[in-house]
């Protein structure tokens, strides 16, 4: 398992793992860092170290644009 997501709000539902596989498509990456944005996904460290190897630093940093889960703008000064 190299991340999962799960909504609290529904016992007994919506838990998924992400396998490799699942974290093949860069759409699902995308997915993933929106769903860890509002704490209903966690990346394990195998999941990052996958991640890190698969995209490397620049592609994750790509994924995040998207996303906006780590990167977000600076707030403007008057």
Not at 7 to 16: A, D, K, M, S, T
Not at 30 to 35: A, G, M, V
Not at 38 to 55: C, F, M, N, P, R
Request: charged content about 25%; glycine content about 6%.
């Amino acid at each position: 398992m190299l991340a999962f997501y799960h909504y609290p709000f529904v016992q007994n539902q919506n838990f998924r793992e992400y396998i490799k596989e699942d974290l093949s498509p860069v759409s699902k990456v995308e997915e993933l860092f929106d769903y860890c944005q509002i704490l209903e996904a966690y990346i394990t460290k195998s999941g990052w170290d996958y991640l890190i190897h698969k995209y490397g630093y620049e592609g994750l940093y790509d994924i995040d644009q998207k996303s906006g889960w780590f990167h977000a703008p600076l707030p403007m000064r008057l």
